[in-house]
Antibody
């Protein structure tokens, strides 16, 4: 069963860049889109974007100007960078593959001065 | 962008009752790529149904999905105590892979 483990900084100041990485274990990395989602406290899920093993990406239009995703196929890892964060970016961030359990364990990112 | 609307917002039921959750899309979902997730407090969402009607591995058969085009349904045939949670639908047929706002199933 595929497992996703994610990590990255959990406390940021406004204007800093959020950086998260997700590693894939126990299953194929090639041939799939790998997604990032987030969930602000007490709110619903928001799709941030996705990347495949070739580096092809799709981003949420509302975040497109600040989002960069990258992939390291040799390590079966993919990463998210979100620049110029504000308090509105405070959320639990998840990595996932569609049609598959489980998601990554989630990373709470708090943006506060 | 496909906008998903879920109804009702909250469903108050008792264990043993049947739950019917609706997810409506603003336009047809490509390839019937519609998924349902269950989320409990402080946990990551758990995939229940993918491709409209396929149960994910390990999901009990009291969970079933149906629908096509713009109208989809998740049915829980007999609620167990552990089923009280928030349920989200997601379309992943075309980017952006949008989520619905969720339906909370709580105790009557």
């Amino acid at each position: 069963q595929v497992q996703l483990q994610q990590w990255g900084a959990g406390l940021l100041k406004p204007s800093e860049t959020l950086s998260l990485t997700c590693a894939v274990y126990g299953g194929p990395f090639r041939g799939y889109y790998w997604g990032w989602m987030r969930q602000p406290p007490g709110k619903g899920l928001e799709w941030i974007g996705e990347i495949n093993h070739l580096g092809s990406t799709n981003y949420n239009v509302s975040l497109e100007s600040r989002v960069t995703m990258s992939v390291d196929t040799s390590k079966s890892q993919f990463s998210l960078r979100l620049s110029s964060v504000t308090a509105a970016d405070t959320a639990v961030y998840y990595c996932a593959r569609y049609e598959t359990n489980p998601w990554g364990q989630g990373t709470l990112v708090i943006v506060s001065s | 962008e496909i906008v998903l609307t879920q109804s009702p917002g909250t469903l108050s039921l008792s264990p043993g009752e049947r739950a019917t959750l609706s997810c409506r899309a603003s336009q047809s979902v490509s390839g019937s790529y519609l998924a349902w997730y269950q989320q409990k407090p402080a946990q990551a969402p758990r995939l229940l149904i993918y491709g409209t009607s396929n149960r994910a591995t390990g999901i009990p058969d009291r969970f079933s999905g149906s629908g096509s085009g713009t109208d989809f349904t998740l049915t829980i045939s007999r609620l167990e105590p552990e089923d009280f949670a928030v349920y989200y639908c997601q379309q992943y047929g075309s980017p952006p892979r949008t989520f619905g706002p969720g339906t909370k199933v709580d105790f009557k």
